[in-house]
């Protein structure tokens, strides 16, 4: 008697059972959220260590001696610079050394194997650059920019030539000068590599000097070739 009534709740209950199942299937499913992974915070300072090669062009003047000329001595020395990323391509180096050079005279008697003196150079470079970024670990770049040479603890040679003459008093004046850059990193991991960086500055100092002689000035054209190879830090 009671079947009547139960019937319909059990058809009820089926129905409910089977086409919950359908239509839970029909809904999308919900979008799963996973975190961005962790990009590298980008570090602008670079730091390099090289050994410098400072290769000079030995051509040079005494004014008041006719077909005279002057002979600078080439060096090897530590180099450090600092680099900032304006962004991954675009950046400012600056290189910082000192180096000690001996100059000679050589073309007419009078200056032929004449020891004009020696002096050390501070010549701080800063050139903007462009870096290639799309060789992979291999990262060319080009640069310019202006070099500023001082000359400091000067000395005269104060030794006779063959012609008798004597340099008593000899000074390098302070010059500024162009200059041109092209070298490469090549990057070991993320943070050192190898580095090797030519530059070239037009670099020709006023000189004045004392001799037995008289009075003598003259210029002196550098122009080095400044050839680097060593080590890179990128922070």
């Known amino acids: 008697m009671m079947l009547h009534k139960i019937a319909p709740a059990l058809v009820a209950a089926f129905v409910g059972y089977t086409i919950a199942p359908a239509i839970a299937a029909d809904m999308p499913a919900k979008p799963v959220y996973k975190a961005a992974p962790m990009a590298d915070a980008f570090n602008p300072w670079m730091i390099r260590l090289r050994a410098l090669g400072v290769v000079t062009r030995n051509s040079g003047v005494v004014d008041q001696v006719a077909g005279s000329g002057l002979s600078t001595s080439d060096t090897v020395v530590p180099e450090l610079d600092i680099t900032y990323f ?3 391509n675009i950046a400012a180096e600056l290189i910082l050394g000192v180096t000690k050079h001996h100059v000679t005279g050589t073309g007419a008697a009078a200056t032929n194997n004449l020891d004009v003196g020696k002096a050390w150079l501070l010549p701080p ?3 903007l650059q462009y870096h290639f970024t799309n060789f992979g ?8 920019g202006v070099n500023y040479t001082m000359f400091f603890s000067q000395t005269a040679g104060n030794t006779a030539n063959g012609a008798g003459v004597i340099i008593t008093r000899s000074h390098l004046h302070n010059s500024w000068s162009p200059a041109l850059q092209i070298g490469f990193d090549y990057m070991i991991d993320k943070h050192w590599g190898i580095n090797v960086d030519v530059k070239k500055l037009w670099l020709r100092p006023n000189w004045d000097g ?23 830090y990128k922070f």
């Open 86 to 88: 304006f962004t991954k």
């Open 125 to 127: 470079t800063l050139t």
């Open 137 to 144: 670990a291999f990262k060319p770049y080009i640069g310019a």
């Open 210 to 232: 004392d001799s037995n002689v008289g009075a003598l000035t003259g210029k002196v054209n550098l122009d080095p070739w400044l050839i680097g190879a060593g080590v890179t």
